[in-house]
């Protein structure tokens, strides 16, 4: 199994917000690029949001200026915090290093389900 835990997924209504959190374990955050991807049913895994080891951010285009990336060196974990939530926000979330993803290596995932 990869050594990152994704939580804090679940049910929120639109424009709503919710935070997302990656543990991990043995990833060097100043020499990794650590992010979030997500895919919906029927859809490709897509980035969502990236953090490098300098700690500059890169955004989807979908979510930028709603949802924000951040890493916690002392908890050694990452998190998602997403507001505006849209239906289109529906997907499974992932997190994971750049090392991983170029070898297709991913966890469980958490599910968020935008809906009224």
């Known amino acids: 199994q990869v050594p990152l835990v994704e939580s804090g997924g679940g049910l929120v209504q639109p424009w709503g917000s919710l935070t997302l959190s990656c543990t991990t374990s043995?990833?060097?955050?100043?020499?990794?690029?650590l992010g979030w991807y997500r895919q919906a049913p029927g859809k490709e895994r897509s980035m969502v949001a990236v953090?490098?080891?300098?700690?500059?951010?890169d955004y989807a285009d979908a979510v930028k200026g709603r949802f924000t990336i951040s890493r916690d060196h002392r908890k050694h974990s990452i998190s998602l915090q997403m507001n505006n939530l849209k239906s289109e926000d529906t997907a499974v979330y992932y997190c994971?290093?750049?090392?991983?993803?170029?070898?297709?290596?991913w966890g469980q995932g958490t599910q968020v389900t935008v809906s009224s």
């Open positions: 043995g990833i060097d955050f100043s020499h990794n690029v």
């Open positions: 953090i490098s080891g300098g700690g500059n951010t």
């Open positions: 994971n290093a750049d090392f991983l993803v170029t070898n297709d290596l």
